[in-house]
């Protein structure tokens, strides 16, 4: 891919996959996936919710997971185009979405799992003619995504407090603020010697031709110049 100043050429997918970022996202997409299927499959019976008959707890808690899955995918798709995106303001704008994205979601998370937790315990046993495997693990899920979800936060926060992350990169700087260098490019000229470091031999003064100048090319008063 050809270099353009911003690092492209430089874009690697599989570090992408390891950063502890995307890592917790497509663990929280598999935790969101399984809490909207299981409610989806296992929590209904005859139209009617198994959780204590309460249509509430099935609906909320297979919604979260659906938006949950949804944005998730959105936000995978941003980490692996964040490098095509050369203005700083917009990056910072992004991780900031991210720490209120994942911050309301892992409280959402929390809600829906005590919302199970409670139906669940008001549930009476004879209620439930199937799906108990799948209502516990909707529960569990639950559970797993609130430490998933507030992770990530916290992940994001740190990124946009301490400014180091690799979304923040020097090399990905806004090209029109003049600093669009990249890192390596900058190393090497800030190696280079600057103003008069070049030499630290003893200074000669500035020859003065101002004289000179106006002087004849000889000083021979036999010389006469030709005429034509």
Not at 143 to 153: P, R, Y
């Amino acid at each position: 891919m050809e270099d353009t100043g911003h690092g492209f050429d430089s874009f690697d997918p599989v570090a992408v996959l390891k950063k502890p970022n995307v890592i917790l996202r497509l663990i929280s997409l598999v935790f969101s996936i399984i809490v909207a299927a299981c409610l989806s499959s296992d929590a209904w019976e005859k139209g009617a919710c198994q959780f204590n008959s309460d249509p509430g707890a099935c609906n909320y808690g297979w919604a979260v997971g659906v938006l949950s899955s949804c944005t998730i995918v959105a936000f995978l798709c941003v980490d692996f185009l964040v490098h095509r995106i050369g203005d700083l303001q917009t990056k910072k704008m992004i991780v900031l979405a991210d720490i209120i994205f994942f911050g309301l979601w892992s409280f959402l998370w929390f809600v829906c799992f005590c919302y199970l937790t409670d139906s669940w315990r008001k549930t009476p046993a004879d209620k439930v003619t199937h799906g108990w495997g799948g209502m516990k693990a909707s529960i569990a899920f639950s559970f797993f995504s609130i430490f998933t979800c507030g992770s990530l936060a916290i992940l994001a926060y740190i990124r946009y407090q301490q400014n180091t992350g690799d979304d923040f990169l020097a090399g990905y700087d806004d090209p029109s603020s003049g600093s669009g260098v990249q890192p390596a490019m900058r190393s090497a000229y800030s190696s280079l010697p600057t103003g008069n470091s070049f030499g630290s031999g003893p200074r000669t003064q500035p020859v003065d031709n101002s004289e000179s100048d106006t002087k004849p090319l000889t000083s021979d008063p036999a010389y006469q110049p030709k005429e034509y």
